[in-house]
């Protein structure tokens, strides 16, 4: 299979938005299969106490791939950008310092997750009757951080290149061979939380190896050896785009790491219930993600083309194309959330004690899902802007969105929970989102009138 790249400086704005989300809507819905499996069979096969574990540890492995997110997101900027300007040779040269740069990342990061394991979930006070659990899953996964890294890379290429196709393929590929290997090493073989972590480490594998064959069939890949000899110029570009977009989301997770603190001094039950609609989480943004990674390269590229008119009106479509598809979802998880949830939560079950657990975690999880969906178009609006800003090469305001983030997140869920109880945990989260769009909104307005009149730096020299 060969990719197809699109040109995104030609054509109807709204509908190359949309020709690239939508494959990247699919694909970011696969990925969150790996989550919801886990979740579910883990939930429902091995208990309460399980599931909390894998609740317990998710924004700590958020922290990590995040991270590593940010980085490909600021790698991709400049590749965006270089396409857009028709300069393929530089192109090359970008892709080959970008891979040198995350295989020394991963190395790092692989070593620093490992080794402060014990010491963070120490500090989040994770209940000692899940501690072993959370520690088995989520060093399973941090062993699997080369891994991740490599598909995010090539994700980000396909993207900069306007390819959603390739990447939602891959996605569909890896989620059969999770949820296969889920029921495999869960259900019929006694793995427990590591089986799980296992098979979503193999199903991320295959996804890399898929992404590479796609790769490897197009010319404009044929890198030669010195494309991958770093140059300082180059690599300080992009890892001065990368770096303030991977401590963004470092800053947001740490927040989140702070929250879970706050949660983990709540019942187990509760801990499940905001486990279980944490990892819906990933349903209800798989459509902001694609939005954002479309936002970028949509304004990366015809920034490098300087077709600055285009940009604007793009960000308009982009902007109601993403109210709109958050209604929906929002409206959609009102409707049917609690039957969703309930694949999470195994209630009926003969322990009476086991039982009650599981009802209040469901009706925990089902409450903070109804705020969210309520509010999902704040959070939709954040995606577009921030994305948009960092496509023009700005990715320091939304660094700072990220600190405003975290001081909404942290200090609402601290004041407030202390104030109504464990529902401030839950209004903290959309005060995060709303803090964020005020920094968000307003800064891309001040760009994009440089952008109109010609006034933005581009980073390409």
């Known amino acids: 299979m060969q990719f197809k790249a699109r040109n995104m400086t030609e054509g109807n704005p709204l509908r190359l938005i949309l020709s690239l989300s939508l494959p990247l809507m699919l694909g970011n819905a696969c990925q969150q299969l790996y989550t919801v499996a886990d979740t579910a069979i883990v939930g429902r096969a091995l208990g309460s106490n399980a599931l909390a574990a894998l609740g317990a540890v998710s ?9 590593i997110q940010g980085l490909s997101e600021g790698f991709c900027i400049r590749m965006a950008q270089e396409y857009g300007a028709g300069n393929l ?10 891979c040198v740069l995350s295989a020394i990342a991963a190395a790092i990061l692989t070593v620093a997750g490992l080794l402060s394991i014990r010491f963070v979930l120490e500090i989040l006070e994770t209940p000692p009757e899940i501690l072993p659990l959370s520690t088995r899953y989520i060093r399973m996964l941090f062993f699997a951080t080369p891994v991740v890294m490599a598909f995010n890379l090539c994700s980000s290429i396909l993207r900069a290149l306007g390819d959603g196709r390739t990447p939602l393929l891959a996605m569909l590929v890896a989620s059969g061979i999770n949820i296969g ?7 019929v073989f006694p793995c427990g939380v590591a089986g799980a972590a296992l098979a979503t480490v193999i199903a ?43 401590l963004q989301n470092a800053i947001i997770s740490v927040g989140g790491m702070i929250v879970q603190k706050v949660v983990n001094g709540f019942s187990v039950a509760f801990i499940a219930g905001y486990s279980a609609t944490n990892k819906l989480y990933g349903v209800l943004e798989v459509a902001a993600t694609s939005f954002g990674y479309s936002m970028s390269t949509y304004v990366g590229q015809n920034l ?33 959330g609690r039957e969703i949830l309930s694949l999470f939560v195994k209630v009926n079950v003969e322990d009476l004690r086991e039982a009650a657990q599981a009802a209040q975690a469901l009706d925990v999880a089902f409450e903070f899902l109804s705020l969210m969906s309520m509010c999902l178009p704040i959070l939709y609006i954040l995606y577009v802007y921030r994305s948009s800003l960092q496509g023009s090469g700005d990715t320091l305001t939304p660094m700072l969105s990220g600190v405003v983030e975290f001081i909404m997140r942290v200090s609402a869920a601290i004041w407030l929970s202390k104030k109504i109880g464990y529902s401030g ?36 020299s």
Not at 89 to 98: C, E, F, Q, V, Y
């Open 59 to 67: 924004w700590f492995n958020w922290m990590m791939l995040s991270f």
């Open 89 to 98: 040779p530089g192109l090359r040269k970008t892709i080959g310092n970008s």
């Open 181 to 187: 290997l889920d029921l495999l090493l869960v259900v």
């Open 204 to 246: 991320q594998a295959f996804s890399v190896l898929f992404c590479l064959r796609a790769l490897a069939k197009n010319r404009i890949f044929l890198l030669r050896k010195e494309d991958f000899r770093l140059e300082r110029k180059l690599d300080w570009i992009l890892i001065r785009l990368g770096l303030p977009v991977a």
């Open 304 to 336: 490098g083309a300087r077709e600055f008119s285009r940009i604007r009106s793009g960000v308009r479509a982009g902007v109601l194309a993403a109210l709109a598809t958050s209604a929906v979802i929002g409206g959609s998880m009102l409707l049917f």
């Open 425 to 460: 945990v839950f209004y903290a989260e959309v005060l995060a989102w709303a803090g964020a769009d005020l920094i968000l909104v307003s800064m891309w307005y001040v760009r994009s009138w440089r952008i109109s009149r010609g006034k933005s730096s581009v980073i390409l």
